[in-house]
Nanobody, 120 residues
């Protein structure tokens, strides 16, 4: 069982930066992938960025070149560095940990979310 706690959200002006952190209660080393998702009011939750156990990263087109995901296995923490923030980045950001077995269902763990608001 893994518990995830996000931090680092807040209010920032357009063009500003924030760094989100996701601290896991258990080891993230065994997780196949760690990711950040976001959900804006009235919209579905969407993948923002994900990093695999092997370090492969993928990003939503809307954040490519502005956001960077990283993981520190020793600290059981995943980060999302967000630069050049835009009002459309406003959302609740959720940390996700996924255990993907060779066969059978994926097990997903979620944090409680942290609000990011980009506004002048």
């Amino acid at each position: 069982q893994v518990q995830l706690v996000e931090s680092g959200g807040g209010l920032v002006q357009p063009g500003g930066s924030l760094r989100l952190s996701c601290a896991a209660s258990g080891s993230i080393f065994s997780m196949n992938a760690m990711g950040w998702y976001r959900q804006a009011p009235g919209k579905e939750r969407e993948l923002v960025a994900r990093i695999t156990h092997g370090g492969n990263e993928n990003y939503a087109d809307s954040v490519l070149g502005r956001f960077t995901i990283s993981r520190d296995n020793a600290k059981n923490t995943v980060y999302l560095q967000m630069n050049s923030l835009k009002p459309e980045d406003t959302a609740v950001y959720y940390c996700n940990a996924a255990r993907i077995p060779p066969s059978g269902p994926v097990t997903n763990y979620w944090g409680q979310g942290t609000q990011v608001t980009v506004s002048s």
